[in-house]
């Protein structure tokens, strides 16, 4: 077997977004969300499912899968490799949209559902938070009670995630398998989820067709270029700020060379007309230098 890396962009939405397999991303959402019996999601309605000639056509780095389950739930699962500025406010304010989206103006309120964003990430973001698994709701500062519910965010870090340490549960199971799929030959011993099964076998480079891997290639590299194109970017930034600042320098030295030079000049007795023609200021500016 040779697994697929699942950070990539065409891996991510046809494991995922699989319409005939939906038992996948049921699984991994009740894994993440620690759901109890009773509370499981049992069915799903993928909204953007996994189409090919679409997919190939995205150019954002953002990449997502938008689904509500049987209680009109929404959730956002979106793969996210880089930190791109301002990716805080973003998924806050798209969240948001998808949670007012879900009525027309002049709709009751009450017919709002939660929504729940679901973020892998291949960054560390809370660099003061040692969990690789965050959730994030709000609550009262004082009760901690949370009543305004309608919206939670929930972050996987996976270089926070130890992959030497045992591997039990459910959710270490999967985070396993998303970073750890390209590096693996066989599916672990372990694995005794349907859901997670069909997704290692969906990983398989033997059950993609031609197309797909073309796709899943090209997706690649251009992840390459743009990471290659971003430190290019950051590599010439720098080069100008460190030339900006020699120039500074220079110049800083220069004036504090001629303004001992006319102090010295002027100490030695040589008159305000010759010390200006000599370092080519004006009189006024020798007079200034010497006030």
């Not at 954002?60 to 880089?82: A, G, P």
């Not at 559902?113 to 560390?124: A, E, S, T």
């Not at 993609?208 to 073309?214: P, Q, S, Y």
């Not at 008159?271 to 500016?285: G, P, R």
């Amino acid at each position: 077997m040779r697994f697929v890396d699942i950070k990539n962009d065409i891996a991510f939405r046809k494991i995922f977004g699989n319409e005939n397999k939906k038992e996948i991303l049921i699984s991994f959402l009740n894994a993440v969300l620690e759901l109890p019996k009773g509370k499981k999601i049992e069915n799903i309605e993928i909204k953007n499912p996994f189409q090919l000639p679409e997919i190939k056509a995205l150019k954002s780095s953002i990449l997502d899968i938008r689904v509500t389950d049987e209680r009109h739930i929404s959730y956002i699962v979106e793969m996210q490799v880089e930190e791109l500025d301002g990716f805080d406010k973003r998924v806050q304010y798209y969240t948001a949209r998808q949670y007012s989206s879900q009525i027309e103006k002049g709709e009751d309120y009450p017919k709002l559902n939660q929504v729940i964003f679901i973020g892998i990430l291949d960054f560390i973001f809370f660099e003061d938070d040692n969990d690789y698994i965050t959730r994030h709701r709000t609550v009262n500062v004082k009760t901690h009670k949370s009543t305004l519910n309608g919206m939670e965010y929930n972050f996987i870090e996976l270089p926070k995630f130890d992959e030497e340490k045992p591997i039990n549960t459910l959710i270490e199971k999967w985070i396993y398998f998303i970073k750890k799929a390209p590096n693996l030959n066989l599916i672990p011993e372990n694995v005794n989820d349907e859901g997670l099964k069909h997704a290692y076998e969906d990983a398989d480079k033997h059950n993609w067709t031609k197309e797909e891997l073309l796709s899943y290639d090209y997706a690649s590299m251009r992840k390459a270029d743009e990471r290659s194109k971003t430190k290019r970017a950051v590599e010439k930034a720098v080069e100008k700020a460190v030339e900006k600042a020699v120039e500074k320098a220079i110049e800083k030295t220069i004036k504090k060379t001629i303004k001992e030079t006319v102090i010295e000049l002027s100490k030695n007795g040589v008159s305000i007309e010759i010390i200006a023609i000599s370092t080519k200021l004006t009189i006024k500016q020798v007079k200034k230098i010497l006030n």
